[in-house]
């Protein structure tokens, strides 16, 4: 399905970030690309407005489509492979059912405006909002990072076609196995599979630590593409210093070896803010993301909006959110800690976000 216009954040010679406007294939929902141009913005200058004059297609980067919590989509442009990452897609977010403990829903592709605890028979207006099929048609692998619902949100798998490649952190992959899904692979921090017809490879890094400290960590991901070597001849893909790179962690919390482990990439997906439990942390993106870009060698920032809901329950009024929540705002951050160099983008739920590398 092809949607024109879409939003372009561009990089420049020097570091500033330039928003133009393309036309790109981009993951379908029913909440189009709009008129509003990316706000992008760079970490290290003040990003000048971009000429009027429309981009070709680009080749070389990625397209993102932000479905609000940590729910994403991405495609690779040289390759054309595409992920569908811990798939939020349909009903209010709850934890095991508990909807009295903690509901949830979108703020942009959510229906009502607020949760209220909605029941499985009475599904939230947020279904109304995305076209499930017309986003699996346009995935060729899901990935599941923890076995939580915000990660694994039990409704939408439900939804989705069991034909779909499925790579799932193992608690993921235990949770989803009555589902019916026909390949599910589980990753343990230091495995990887290659996925999309030999176009990605998925690493499983150390990510999260989702309970007591002896707690197995859950999964952090690096998205790598795959692109046939320049000469090489054959269908077998390699990668090249041209294919574009993602890192995913979606609480801001792995350890440094991980950083370390996965660097250098192109597009860093994470949150900008810390939220806390009754005092317990759960994000720690103010806290940790300079570091992180720093240790990644990132070039680019994708902002998770996992902690930007319409939530009620006992769990939503003891959660407390400290830092920036926009682009601009993480971008002074991070010249206020010494991180220069890096984009940072400020995608609309629902359209598609172009970023050339």
């Not at 890094?205 to 692109?227: D, K, T």
């Not at 070039?299 to 996992?306: E, H, I, Q, T, W």
Request: with cysteine.
């Amino acid at each position: 399905m092809h949607h024109a216009p879409c939003r372009s954040g561009r990089l420049g010679r020097r570091g500033a970030t330039m928003t133009t406007t393309t036309t790109t294939a981009a993951p379908p929902t029913l909440l189009r690309c709009g008129r509003r141009r990316a706000a992008a913005v760079a970490a290290s200058a003040a990003a000048p407005s971009a000429p009027a004059p429309s981009v070709p297609t680009f080749t070389h980067g990625v397209t993102f489509t932000m479905h609000e919590g940590n729910s994403w989509h991405v495609k690779f442009q040289a390759s054309g492979a595409r992920a569908l990452v811990d798939p939020w897609l349909v009903g209010p977010l709850e934890f095991f059912g508990q909807g009295w403990l903690y509901s949830a829903e979108k703020k942009v592709l959510g229906g009502s405006g607020a949760a209220s605890s909605p029941s499985p028979s009475s599904p939230s207006p947020v279904q109304n909002k995305i076209d499930v099929q017309a986003v699996a048609d346009d995935t060729d692998v899901v990935l599941l990072s923890q076995y939580l619902d915000d990660h694994t949100h039990m409704p939408t798998l439900e939804a989705l076609p069991k034909s779909l490649r499925v790579v799932a952190q193992p608690e993921a992959a235990a949770r989803i196995a009555s589902l019916g899904f026909r390949e599910v692979t589980a990753l343990r921090p230091g495995e990887s599979v290659v996925v999309a017809g030999g176009k990605l490879r998925v690493t499983a890094l150390a990510g999260s630590l989702v309970g007591p400290p002896w707690s197995q960590r859950q999964n952090a991901y690096l998205l790598q593409e795959l692109v046939p070597a320049a000469g090489g001849g054959g269908d077998q893909a390699q990668p090249t210093q041209n294919g574009a790179s993602v890192f995913y962690e979606p609480h801001a919390d792995a350890p440094l070896e991980t950083l370390a482990r996965a660097a250098p990439v192109d597009v860093l997906v994470g949150p900008s803010v810390d939220v806390s439990l009754a005092g317990y942390p759960l994000l720690k993106g103010k806290r940790d993301l300079a570091a992180a870009l720093k240790a990644l060698k990132a070039r680019v920032f994708v902002p998770l909006a996992n902690s930007e809901l319409d939530h009620v329950g006992p769990l939503a009024d003891a959660m407390q959110v400290d830092g920036p929540r926009t682009a601009e705002a993480t971008a002074r951050a991070l010249q206020e800690q010494g991180v220069s160099g890096v984009h940072v983008e400020a995608p609309v739920p629902g359209e598609a976000l172009s970023i050339p590398l």
